[in-house]
């Protein structure tokens, strides 16, 4: 690191001009004579060797299981404005989300008008969500309607998509207080949904959006996260869900949570669904 009269020491790149996420498991996350290095054991997503990682120009580490990080590497990627965040194998955890996070805050600013405006821009914005979900524009601008209407749809993708993937299904039930009480199929879309959720936590979390503005959801401290999780719902959520149940009727011995993580990782992996969450968030504000 060159310090001195010209401030090289706390140089950086924007944001813009850098690559979107670095995942990294199954290692060791230091700092060697000022450069950032990780010494991967290998049998994740990289082979085993110690990796010098170009930290300046990527915004998000997505540091997954079997890793440690020193004080000295939190201390690099502080000062240059990488974002270090843990999570599960493939993003379908995410455990700790930072606020050291882009230069730039023109989504977060652009959420916060749109979500102040309650009578034009937010239910704007709840309509365009509503659209992409149901494949058109419903003319209601009372967000209970769509609600109801939304509601009444899902069911019938349940029932779509149990008998797709050969599912008994006898209706949603959760139970908040202990969502393991219900049946196989309930319990594996409750552990879709958690790593679709979490996900979304990682993609606001790339944007420097606020996860308590929802424009769908209103109560939780989470509610963008889970109005972009929403967004997946019938392509990614169930499929991975009903997925998960047919093949826990074959393999019982396997846990239904083992069987829906390792689905959502792979969907995850495959079709690149944190980029596209990014992408839905920039579409929702953009112009």
């Given at each position: 690191m060159?310090?001195?009269?010209l401030g090289l020491e706390t140089a950086r790149i924007p944001h813009a001009d850098r690559h979107g996420l670095l995942w990294l498991d199954r290692g060791n996350l230091s700092v060697e004579d000022g450069c950032l290095h990780f010494v991967c054991a290998g049998g994740g997503a990289l082979g085993a060797g110690d990796y010098q990682i170009p930290f300046q120009t990527v915004s998000v580490i997505l540091l997954g299981p079997g890793s440690t990080v020193s004080q000295d590497a939190l201390r690099l990627l502080a000062r240059h404005g990488t974002a270090l965040a843990a999570v599960g194998s493939d993003g379908v955890r995410a455990y700790t989300a930072p606020p050291i996070m882009s230069?730039?805050?023109?989504?977060a600013r652009r959420q916060a008008r749109a979500w102040a405006d309650a009578e034009n821009a937010r239910l704007s914005i709840a309509r365009k969500?509503?659209?992409w979900r149901l494949g058109e524009v419903l003319p209601h601008r009372d967000i209970a309607v769509l609600r109801g209407i939304e509601g009444s749809r899902m069911k019938e993708s349940y029932k779509l998509t149990a008998q797709r993937f050969g599912v008994p299904w006898q209706g949603r039930r959760y139970n908040r207080q202990n969502p393991d009480v219900t049946d196989i199929p309930n319990q594996a879309i409750n552990h879709a949904a958690t790593a679709v959720e979490a996900a979304a936590a990682i993609a606001v979390t790339a944007t420097a959006t606020i996860p308590q503005l929802g424009f769908i959801h209103e109560d939780s401290g989470q509610s963008f996260v889970l109005d972009i999780a929403d967004l997946f719902r019938d392509t990614i959520t169930l499929p991975i869900a009903f997925e998960a149940a047919a093949l826990h009727r074959k393999r019982p011995e396997e846990t239904i949570d083992r069987l829906a993580r390792r689905l959502a990782g792979t969907r995850?992996?495959?079709?690149?669904?944190v980029p596209q969450m990014i992408e839905r968030i920039q579409q929702l504000f953009e112009g």
């Open positions: 060159l310090k001195g009269r230069d730039q805050s023109q989504w969500m509503y659209a995850f992996r495959r079709e690149k669904i």
